[in-house]
């Protein structure tokens, strides 16, 4: 059974920086694309990127680009997202999503 | 940017009624593959997203009969042939053509 379990949410100042790890398991992890989607309080999903599956690649949303990136250690079958700079519209629930299946999230706050 | 546009943004169902959600995409999600890159979400309340449908029609394991996608090119539809209480939840589209984008999704409740 596929598990994809987020940490590393909480409360940040603006401006401040948050690494967000995503333990996957179940599956090949090292075959598949990843994922970070997020939603913020009240509103739809929004993809923040994803990453291949070495980590060759990496694509973002306009709105992270420069200041959030995407990594994955296949040996540790675990996916990362570092956020810096981060914004009040930053904050939301952030899902790693992977072999088709979406964890449970991280709740990511975004305020003085 | 692919834009996604999802019809009705609610919907209110008697149980074991069908209901219909169309999406329509901005730009063609054929892919150059040949596979058209169109999935369906449900978002039960209080639960994490879950894909139901992907390339347009076929239904995730575990996702009963009643849940059909249909379409092509720009224009989908997702039916439910008879709804059933634990239906309600938000329905998102979602193309992965080129990145990804999601619906506004279609709040559905049961009567």
């Known amino acids: 059974e596929v598990h994809l379990v987020e940490s590393g949410g909480g409360l940040v100042q603006p401006g401040g920086s948050l690494r967000l790890s995503c333990a996957a398991s179940?599956?090949?992890?090292?075959?598949?694309?990843m994922n970070w989607v997020r939603q913020a309080p009240g509103k739809g999903p929004e993809w923040v990127g994803n990453i291949n599956q070495d980590g060759s690649e990496e694509f973002y949303v306009d709105s992270v680009k420069g200041r959030f990136a995407i990594s994955r250690d296949n040996g540790k079958n675990s996916l990362y997202l570092q956020m810096n700079s981060l914004r009040a519209e930053d904050t939301a629930v952030y899902y790693c999503?992977?072999?088709?299946?979406w964890g449970q999230g991280t709740l990511v706050t975004v305020s003085s | 940017e692919i834009v996604m546009t999802q019809t009705p943004l609610s919907l209110s169902v008697t149980p074991g009624q069908p209901a219909s959600i169309s999406c329509k995409s901005s730009?063609?999600?054929?892919?150059?593959?040949?596979?058209?890159?169109l999935y369906w979400v449900l978002q039960r309340p209080g639960q994490s997203p879950q894909f139901l449908i992907y390339?347009?029609?076929n239904r995730f394991s575990g996702v009963p009969e009643r849940f059909t996608g249909s379409g092509s090119g720009t224009d989908f539809t997702l039916k439910i042939s008879r709804v059933e209480a634990e239906d309600v939840g938000i329905y998102y589209c979602?193309?992965?053509?080129?990145?990804?984008?999601f619906g506004q999704g279609t709040k559905v409740e049961v009567k």
């Open positions: 390339e347009v029609s």
């Open positions: 999503v992977g072999r088709n299946y």
């Open positions: 730009q063609s999600l054929l892919h150059n593959d040949g596979k058209t890159r």
């Open positions: 179940g599956f090949t992890f090292s075959r598949n694309w």
């Open positions: 979602m193309q992965n053509r080129q990145l990804w984008t």
